[in-house]
């Protein structure tokens, strides 16, 4: 009788336990599933945004390029967002002229017209803003940022160093 009354206080002290182990990792998963989230979107936005950058500065590069720099930055980053179309997603693009670097093809592209290099910049906010689980406020950071240079001839269309 006494080992049958042991038992059953034994088991009476585990009730409960699955509920509490699951209320401690409910929000570690939550945070997982956004971690993972948030990354493959970042991902799916940068392998989009190289290709989208590209094909913009290509065709509208080089008709830019002889315009001033802010305008042809506002005019190749409202391409690409319009393009990208994902609200998470800020594009901005800057053109410069490229480095004074004395090399082959510095000097080749001098001669038909200035390079410019265009910096178009991707950043991503990830998805919430912040939120509080288990009475923890958390917030991911500002935002991941993901660059890509090109340099284009303002000399002939389509041509990229």
């Known amino acids: ?20 182990e699951m209320a401690v990792l409910m929000p570690v ?12 979107r ?3 936005a940068c392998a989009t945004f190289d290709r989208v950058a590209l094909d913009a500065v290509i065709s509208q590069g080089t008709d830019l390029s002889r ?4 305008s042809a930055g506002r005019r190749l980053a409202a391409c690409i967002t319009d393009t990208l179309a994902m609200r998470s997603c ?7 002229l490229a480095s004074s670097r004395a090399d082959a093809h510095t000097v080749l592209l001098a001669a038909t017209g200035t390079p410019v290099t265009y910096v178009c910049t991707l950043r991503y906010r990830p998805w919430p ?9 958390l917030s991911p950071p500002l935002a991941l940022v993901h ?4 340099v284009v001839c ?8």
């Open 1 to 20: 009788m006494s080992g049958a009354r042991g038992l059953s206080s034994l088991c009476r002290s585990r009730d409960g336990q699955m509920a509490v």
């Open 29 to 40: 998963c939550i945070v997982c599933a956004l971690v993972v989230f948030n990354l493959c």
């Open 42 to 44: 970042f991902v799916e």
């Open 67 to 70: 315009t001033s720099s802010s």
């Open 90 to 96: 800020e594009v901005s693009v800057v053109a410069q």
């Open 129 to 137: 803003a912040s939120f509080i689980v288990a009475g923890l406020a």
């Open 147 to 150: 660059e890509r240079r090109l």
């Open 154 to 161: 303002a000399f002939g269309a389509g041509t990229v160093v």
